[in-house]
């Protein structure tokens, strides 16, 4: 089965709210979503079928606007990662 690609612009992300903004537009997200971290682990977890890769491109302009959130919201996504065989995430920097 081939790998969805879902592409996160970090120079998009200048915000929490821009960050939730991008994750609705790329995930086909329950009507239900709340947006914080657990309800994205969440779903992330057991709603988004995989295999899938996250790929959050420009990550630093995105730590730089987010601060100590990115860190919060970097280390979800590496625990939905590890706990997902078939879920990825790649961070890609500038």
């Known amino acids: 089965m081939p790998v969805k690609r879902y592409v996160l612009d970090g120079r998009a992300v200048h915000s929490v ?7 609705e ?3 086909p997200l329950p009507e239900y979503f709340g947006r ?8 992330l977890t057991t709603d988004i079928e995989g295999p899938c890769e996250l790929v959050w491109e ?8 987010l601060k100590g ?4 919201i970097a280390a979800m996504l590496k ?3 590890d706990e997902r ?10």
Do not use: Q
Not at 85 to 94: A, N, Q, S
């Open 85 to 94: 065989d078939d879920f990825r995430v790649t961070f890609k920097g500038k």
């Open 79 to 81: 625990r939905v990662s």
């Open 69 to 72: 959130d990115y860190t919060k």
């Open 58 to 65: 420009h990550t630093l302009l995105s730590k730089k606007a």
């Open 36 to 43: 914080n971290l657990d309800a994205l682990a969440d779903v």
């Open 17 to 23: 709210k821009a960050f939730y903004d991008e994750i």
């Open 25 to 27: 537009r790329l995930f």
